[in-house]
T-cell receptor
């Protein structure tokens, strides 16, 4: 049973806001929700993490509803350099053993 | 400061050979993780170290795979009798203490190709 489910791919244009939603119906009480970004030939890079409500940093915002069964990563005004794979993860095991799905391939077009 | 580094960046070997992949975590990070990523897929957990000990090796696919971290810093992933199916990018990550809310910092990976 997959721990997280997210769209396989998305397309956007420069300057638009992109929202990627992830479902995690079986999230446990102690689990945090973390998003990573991966460019080709690089390791994943941390974007944002949250437990509940809304988290914002200089890169993105993360919206988590009260039931925590889903979360939405929001990227404001994307650029071509935001073209990457985005992974939604839910920590497991108390030591953050990351279980990656296939991720969402975001393509930003001029 | 320096991030996680991995060597070599690329490794080509022949089926049946032995390979070692090295990971240098961020200084002071006690938690170290190895993942494997096949083309088009997300990284797959292999093993987690807390200090010198392997706290969870449940992701190692079989007994040809082994990892060590003798002094609690550098780690080596060892693969015996390599098979073509072992071809993948091997990623290493570290975090400060391994707590569930901590960020894991990934290295660039070692791309292994078994011919």
């Amino acid at each position: 049973l997959a721990k997280t489910t997210q769209p396989i791919s998305m397309d956007s244009y420069e300057g638009q806001e992109v929202n990627i939603t992830c479902s995690h119906n079986n999230i446990a009480t102690n689990d945090y929700i973390t998003w990573y970004q991966q460019f080709p030939s690089q390791g994943p890079r941390f974007i944002i993490q949250g437990y509940k409500t809304k988290v914002t940093n200089e890169v993105a915002s993360l919206f988590i509803p009260a039931d925590r069964k889903s979360s939405t990563l929001s990227l404001p005004r994307v650029s071509l350099s935001d073209t990457a794979v985005y992974y939604c993860l839910v920590g497991e095991g108390g030591y953050n053993k990351l279980i990656f799905g296939a991720g969402t391939r975001l393509a930003v077009h001029p | 400061g320096a991030g996680v580094s991995q060597t070599p960046s690329n490794k080509v070997t022949e089926k049946g050979k032995y390979v070692e992949l090295r990971c240098d975590p961020i200084s002071g990070h006690t938690a170290l993780y190895w993942y494997r990523q096949s083309l088009g897929q997300g990284p797959e957990f292999l093993i987690y170290f807390q200090g010198t000990g392997a706290a969870d090796d449940s992701g190692l696919p079989n007994d040809r795979f082994f990892a060590v971290r003798p002094e609690g810093s550098v780690s080596t992933l060892k693969i015996q009798r390599t098979e073509r199916g072992d071809s993948a990018v091997y990623l290493c990550a570290s975090s400060l203490q391994g707590a569930s809310e901590e960020t894991q910092y990934f290295g660039p990976g070692t791309r292994l190709l078994v011919l």
